[in-house]
DNA sequence: TCTGGGGTCCTTTACCTG
DNA sequence: TCTGCAGGTAAAGGACCC
């Protein structure tokens, strides 16, 4: 037993547990969050039933989490607000709130490495713990740590969190959700065949819903029948690494340490209008957020502490079809300006006859540190193409 | 009737070069 | 000069996760 994995479940809300409620949707708008504070003090003041009902909603948003009572009829995760206020109007729609969010996750990882010092982030409510050296992770399998983590995490944050210890973090994964909302569950290599095998393949964390029905048409729907079937097949059908990487999941094989350190690769913004605009018509709009969103990854570049040479765009039309587009050049860039000028490029080469839902922005081949002095000029890529065409959505 | 935002990684394709 | 091929790389798309 040398890993094991633990989820805490994003804010409980204890005291809302039986009632339906939804987190979702997009934050407030300014004005709206201002009235808010203006009638509340805070918006953790207000009372729950001045919150929204979310029959009648009109938005776009998604819904990110919903207590058990809301789940009841039928509404869930990445479901849309609209479809959930048909389902469930009686529920109470409450806004996302990042920054608390992000307070209570940094409690939980605080209190785990206090314990256990090799720790993988894998986002606000997750992470990947070696135990192979952390005091109690091989008494009992690892249940003496795992019980005294959750100990930790409790005090420390007031939430419960579900774990599984397992000989790898594949197997620990699928562990850590046989007891939730609060359990611990131990796999040992021997529980393969009677606790993994009659699981169904979604279960694997990296299969999602197309390689399940990919594997479903070849009449795999368990992992067991994934571990029976031949290896050289599924590398015909998935191609050699994926096939390969499905054989030895599906035997319960996973050799990837805890990775305590990470690197960024990309940093991006994106968002979501309220109405699908168009390019032409509605060219203010959309010049004024294409700048604010270079405006926004430049901010996040800058307070990381990084810099990049590939920028890209992102759209997605009224059909929910996307494009990209990015190019690289030979100096790192971190300032919106440069950002929103390569961006602009990008956008000369992207279809525009359809309407917009959202448009996104990306800088990466990141390095750390900002670009050297004399790479602030350095724009010769972007001089040979510039004042060919007036730059798409103005301001630039 | 719909489908957020911020990421990572992999596969496919296009293009360049020898 | 044309064609085929092989390898490398950048761009585009897409699957997946939290």
Not at 54 to 62: A, F, K, Q
Not at 146 to 158: S, Y
Not at 363 to 377: N, R
Request: charged share 20%; net charge positive; glycine share 10%.
């Amino acid at each position: 037993m040398d890993a094991f994995f633990a989820s805490v479940e994003l804010l409980r809300y204890p005291q809302l547990k039986d009632l339906p409620v939804v987190i979702g949707g997009s934050r407030f708008t300014p004005q709206q969050e201002a009235a808010l504070v203006q009638r509340w003090g805070s918006l953790a003041d207000r009372p729950l039933a001045a919150f929204e009902r979310l029959g009648g909603y009109v938005g776009r948003g998604v819904i990110t989490t919903a207590t058990y009572a809301a789940r009841q009829f039928g509404v869930g995760s990445a479901m849309g607000l609209m479809k959930a206020a048909r389902l469930c109007p009686q529920a109470i729609l409450l806004p996302i709130d990042f920054a608390r969010y992000r307070a209570y996750s940094q409690r939980f990882k605080e209190a785990i490495l206090a314990l256990a010092p090799v720790m993988e982030d894998r986002g606000v409510d997750e992470v990947y713990i070696d135990f192979t050296h952390a005091p109690g992770g091989q008494e009992a399998g690892g249940l003496a740590l795992a019980q005294r983590l959750q100990a930790a995490i409790l005090a420390a944050t007031g939430l419960t969190c579900s774990i599984g210890v397992a000989p790898n973090k594949l197997l620990a994964k699928m562990a850590s959700e046989f007891n939730k909302p609060r359990g611990i569950a131990i796999v040992w290599p021997h529980d393969l065949e009677a606790k993994i095998w009659p699981l169904p393949c979604r279960k694997i964390n990296g299969i999602g819903p197309k390689a399940n029905a990919r594997l479903e048409t070849l009449g795999i729907t368990t992992i067991g029948q994934l571990a029976a079937y031949p290896a050289h097949k599924l590398v015909q059908h998935f191609g050699k690494a994926t096939g390969a990487w499905l054989h030895r999941a599906a035997q319960g094989l996973d050799d990837r340490p805890v990775e305590t350190h990470s690197e960024p690769v990309s940093m991006s913004r994106e968002t979501t209008f309220d109405r699908d605009l168009h390019a032409v018509q509605d060219k203010a709009e959309l010049g004024a957020t294409f700048t604010w969103l270079c405006e926004r990854v430049a901010d996040d570049l800058q307070h990381a502490g990084y810099s990049g040479r590939t920028v890209g765009i992102k759209l997605r039309f009224s059909d929910f079809r996307s494009v990209t587009r990015e190019m690289t050049v030979d100096y790192l860039l971190q300032d919106a300006a440069t950002i929103r000028r390569l961006a602009g490029l990008c956008l000369r080469r992207a279809p525009l006859a359809q309407r917009i839902r959202l448009l996104g922005v990306r800088v990466g081949s990141l390095e750390e540190g900002a670009p050297p002095p004399e790479a602030a000029g350095a724009d010769q890529p972007v001089a040979a193409l510039r004042g060919v065409t007036p730059d798409l959505f103005g301001g630039l």
